[in-house]
């Protein structure tokens, strides 16, 4: 028996080590910084909402000292698909000292974009996409975007972006205050998107804790349409085309 004793003691050892890596493997990275963004425009209304001065940004996830973020794509090897989101996206350079280049080195980006997983529009918040241990995973997706017209593209990529350098959603500012029609608001992102009443808490009702956000900016190319049937006024807010000029002031300020 104790010619088996040292056999069984490095299988056993080696069973739990490998039970470790697998449920490591399987977890899942934090959820409650990706920004869920799958909001089609053509299923909600439209109305005008009043100016603002500034968009919210979130400070600490700001990618300090960077002038360049690197952005690998991780399953397209469409060229022109991949030129055509860095064009959008560099964008936001326009009015800030900040520029996303493409790179074919995974070890080299910043931000990795996928088109194929079904996770809908979404994002890390700015360097978190560096911070969370991600490896090779994604850190923005884009869902069969290239699917959609140029105005849908060109909005998403925007607003995607906009997360990936620090933005949040605007309808989270301090100080929005849209006299929500709460029960519906459950009621119609549940039946539109499948979205729990946990995401819809994460996304639209939760305030974001930041003193960067001033006034509230419906334009803001960082919030979701809000139908009239969805606030108690029936005040509607319509989808954004482009940034606002608050959005670019807002960049501007904070990668200069």
């Not at 910043?110 to 996409?129: Q, T």
Request: glycine share 6%; aromatic share 14%; charged share 20%.
């Amino acid at each position: 028996m104790k010619k088996l004793d040292f056999p069984i003691i490095i299988i056993i050892t080696l069973l739990a080590f490998v039970c470790y890596f697998v449920c490591i493997a399987s977890t899942n990275p934090p959820q409650k910084q990706h920004r869920a963004c799958g909001v089609s425009p053509k299923r909600l209304s439209y109305g005008v909402m009043q100016p603002a001065t500034e968009a919210v940004f979130n400070p600490p996830y700001k990618w300090a000292g960077r002038k360049i973020l690197y952005v690998f794509f991780t399953d397209t090897y469409d060229y022109q698909l991949m030129q055509k989101t860095l064009g959008v996206a560099n964008t936001w350079g326009n009015y800030a000292k900040l520029n996303f280049v493409l790179t074919a080195d995974i070890f080299q980006s910043d931000i990795r974009v996928s088109y194929r997983e079904p996770n809908g529009y979404l994002s890390y918040i700015g360097n978190e996409a560096a911070s969370l241990g991600l490896g090779g995973k994604a850190t923005l997706w884009l869902q069969d975007l290239d699917k959609e017209d140029d105005a849908e593209f060109t909005r998403v990529v925007l607003h995607e972006f906009g997360h990936a350098i620090g933005l949040e959603h605007e309808l989270q500012s301090v100080n929005a205050n849209i006299k929500w029609d709460t029960t519906a608001v459950y009621k119609y992102y549940d039946t539109a998107y499948g979205w729990s009443s946990q995401k819809v808490n994460d996304n639209i009702f939760t305030t974001i804790n930041t003193a960067e956000a001033t006034r509230f900016d419906p334009k803001s190319i960082m919030i979701y349409a809000v139908p009239a049937f969805l606030t108690k006024d029936k005040i509607a807010i319509p989808w954004p085309d482009g940034l606002s000029d608050t959005d670019k002031k807002t960049i501007q300020k904070y990668y200069r």
